[in-house]
């Protein structure tokens, strides 16, 4: 079956120091991974995406995630965190069989000053 | 601005009243979608329209009908509201042409059934 893990409910990071939000994949076929944030009260924004090419994908507000085939991995990373990084992060796979979204639950990002 | 517009954003309602969330969008995107957020388990699909005229039933469709009124506007119907369907409930568009999708949620729409 086509999943998305996301294994951490929440992350702690001081101010001005990298962060890593984890995610694994499960897929059939060639895998199309997102990251999405939500910050509170709002809906779900694009961050950035892995479709082909360099396994580094920059995205928005100098968030940056890392695809590893073998790994079956695509870990959303910063190198230096901002208190208003402080939010819901979600990752999802592309399901090969119906072209839907899978969404993993959700990481809350807590960078404390 | 372009984009996706959920009403209502609050909602409580007593259980077994009837209640529809609307939906649109003017994107012009072919597909929309139905979500509810609950704690610890992310967003989950109760039905999606990958184009006007079609709908089908997502992950957690029990309880729920909806209706792809047109290409712009998706509602989603709960007929006898009951507790468990206390969440928060997402609206969102796609066009899955796009390389990226273009996936673009709505602000939300918070229930309580009480």
């Known amino acids: 079956a086509q999943s998305v893990a996301q294994p951490e409910d929440q992350v702690n990071v001081a101010e001005g120091n990298p962060l890593t939000v984890k995610c694994t994949y499960s897929?059939?076929?060639?895998?199309?991974l997102f990251w999405y944030v939500q910050y509170p009260n709002r809906g779900l924004q694009f961050l950035l995406k892995?479709?082909?090419?360099d396994n580094l994908v920059k995205g928005s507000y100098g968030f940056e995630a890392e695809f590893n085939k073998s790994q079956t991995s695509f870990h959303l990373k910063k190198p230096s965190a901002l208190v208003s990084d402080s939010a819901l992060y979600f990752c999802?796979?592309?399901?090969?069989?119906?072209?839907?979204?899978?969404w993993g639950a959700g990481t809350k990002l807590i960078i404390k000053p | 601005n372009a984009g996706v517009t959920q009403t209502p954003k609050f909602q409580v309602l007593k259980t077994g009243q009837s209640m529809t969330l609307q939906c649109a969008q003017d994107m012009n995107h072919n597909s929309m979608y139905w979500y509810r957020q609950d704690p610890g388990m992310g967003l989950r699909l109760i039905y999606y329209s990958a184009s006007e005229g079609t709908t089908d039933k997502g992950e957690v469709p029990n309880g729920y009908n909806v209706s792809r009124l047109n290409k712009r506007e998706f509602s989603l119907r709960l007929e006898s509201a009951a507790p468990s369907q206390t969440s928060v409930y997402f609206c969102a568009s796609s066009d899955l042409s796009r390389v990226d999708y273009g996936y673009t949620f709505g602000s939300g729409t918070r229930l309580t059934v009480v």
């Open positions: 892995y479709i082909t090419g």
């Open positions: 999802a796979v592309r399901d090969n069989s119906n072209y839907q979204l899978i």
């Open positions: 897929v059939s076929g060639n895998p199309y």
